[in-house]
Each structure stands twice: as C-alpha cells, then as structure tokens.
C-alpha cells in the first residue's frame, strides 16, 4: 500500500457530496490537502474539522473552475511547500435539468460543460507541470456512469461524462511513461446535493430520485477512490465504475 502520509493532495468541489467525503478521507490517511469550491464558508468549516480531527494541514481556496485565470492565478499563488501535489482529485462537477435536447436550456448546457469539461482541463494543466517537476502524481478523475451510457433526458450531462471519459484515456496516454498516474471513478446513483442542484433547489423532486431504493452515498465513492491511490506505485486501477446493488445500467434500477 502506497504510504501518502505528509503528501499533499488538491480536491476540487470539496465543499459537499464526494469531494467532502473524499478530503475527510484523505486526511485520515494523514495527508494535507488543498480544498476548493465556490463556497468557501463550507471550505473553510470543513477544513476547520479536518484540522482539528486529523491534525493535517488545509489550504483552503475559493475558485470557480469555470474561470481559467483565476485556476492559473490560484495554481501560481500557492506557497512553496504546497506545491508537491502528488494526488490531485478532479471531482467539481455538476448537473443542471433532466430535458429532452428539444427543450434544452443553453445556459444549463453551457455550465455543464464548462464545470464539468473544462473546468476539469483547467485545473489539470495547471497541476500536471507541477507533478512532472515533482517527479510523481496520480490524476483521479471523476466521470459517471453517465460517461459510458446515455439516459433519455441525459443528452449534455451524458456528453460531457463522455468527454471526461476520454480525456482520462487520453491523459493516461499522453503522460504514459511519466511518473503520473490517470484513473477514474465513475459512480452509479449516489445522493448527495447531485439532484438538488440538478432540479435547482427543488428538494422534492430531488427526493424522488433515491426513492425506495438504497443508493450509493459521498463515502462510498471516496472509499473507491482511496483504494485507487493507496495502490503500490507500480499498478494503476484505471477504472472503477460503482453502482448501488440495485443499480444495473444507468436506467435499469430496481425500487421497492
Ligand atoms: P454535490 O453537488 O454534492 O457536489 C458537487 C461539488 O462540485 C460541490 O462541492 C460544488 O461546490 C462543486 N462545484 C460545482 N461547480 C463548481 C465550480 N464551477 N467550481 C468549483 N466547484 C464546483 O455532488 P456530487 O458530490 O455528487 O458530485 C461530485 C462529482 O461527482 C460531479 O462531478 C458529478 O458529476 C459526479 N457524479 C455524481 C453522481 C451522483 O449521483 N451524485 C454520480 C456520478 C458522478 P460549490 O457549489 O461550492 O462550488
Ligand atoms: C450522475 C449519475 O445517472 O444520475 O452522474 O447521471 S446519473
């Protein structure tokens, strides 16, 4: 088991669901960690807890991945000693609406691409010089089932976990022989805050999603993803699709 101790990790959207759940995680192995989102009252809470549990330390950072030069302006800001940043979790993500591509909203379709896309591009490019520099790092990436199967309603979401699938296949390629790692999650049902930002607030519909059924939850996926990092350095798990037991395929799901 690879020891990640005193190592510095940088998760993004850490401020809810699998992000939280994945730093909580971390720490307890013992490593520091850079955590962001847009609400920084949660990042700050959260690595308030962090601090005073694990007794790691937490640079927290407010940042919208959508926006280019504030990633730029944040990567280059960090202080020497956290610089190292040998796992870096590219997980702020989001969906927004369940509509019929007749009935799409462009703004909904824009967001998310530009989190789920190019917010993630952003921040790789800005970590992965940092990795070469430090001779080592691991890239986990985090898609969805929706990256390898498309739902009615699913279409722009769908596409952009389709597109996050092949730049994890294709970083993978283009850092092969370097000494980074590319691996993704791609988790099933999960309820986190996911459905709540999706339908906009509206709880109840977010409710139906999860009904009568047990889903995954944030701590699942972060155990995945702890398992994908703490492998010797010479193995990489590339892929791990999780779905809840009564999850069989994006749209085959059993409720009681
Ligand atoms: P949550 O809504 O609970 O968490 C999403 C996180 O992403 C929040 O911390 C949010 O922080 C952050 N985020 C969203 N937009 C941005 C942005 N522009 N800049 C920075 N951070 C942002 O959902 P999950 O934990 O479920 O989602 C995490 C990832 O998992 C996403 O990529 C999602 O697509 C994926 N996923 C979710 C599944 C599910 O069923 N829940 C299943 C498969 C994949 P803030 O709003 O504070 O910026
Ligand atoms: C989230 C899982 O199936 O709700 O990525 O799109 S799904």
């Known amino acids: 088991m690879k020891k ?39 990042i700050k809470k959260l690595a308030t807890e962090i601090k005073k549990k694990y007794k790691v330390k937490v640079l927290s950072l407010q940042l919208d991945v959508r926006k280019q030069k504030d990633v730029v302006k944040a990567v280059k800001s960090l202080p020497k000693d956290w610089r190292a940043i040998e796992v870096l979790i590219n997980n702020a993500g989001l969906s927004r609406g369940l509509n019929k591509i007749q009935d799409g909203v462009l703004l909904d379709w824009e967001e998310m691409i530009d ?73 099933g049902l999960a309820e986190t805050e996911f459905s709540i930002v999706r339908f906009r607030g509206d709880d109840k519909r977010a409710k139906t999603v999860y009904n009568g059924l047990i889903p995954l939850y944030a701590d699942d996926v972060a155990d995945a993803i702890e398992y994908i990092i703490t492998r010797k350095d010479s193995v990489n798990i590339a892929e791990i699709i999780i779905l809840p037991k009564c999850q069989a395929s994006a749209a085959v799901v059993s409720r009681s």
């Open 4 to 42: 990640l101790k005193g190592k510095i990790a940088f998760v993004t959207g850490a401020s809810s669901g699998f992000g939280e759940a994945t730093a909580l995680r971390l720490a307890k192995l013992g490593m520091n960690l850079i955590i962001c989102a847009r609400r920084i009252d949660r």
């Open 115 to 187: 989190t789920n896309v190019k917010g993630l591009l952003y921040v790789s490019k800005e970590v992965i010089p940092l990795m070469l520099e430090n001779g080592s790092g691991h890239i986990v990436n985090v898609g969805s089932i929706a990256g390898h199967e498309v739902y009615v309603a699913g279409n722009v979401y769908c596409a952009s976990k389709h597109a996050v699938d092949a730049l994890t296949k294709g970083m993978r390629m283009d850092l092969n022989g370097t000494p980074i790692k590319v691996s993704t999650v791609d988790p």
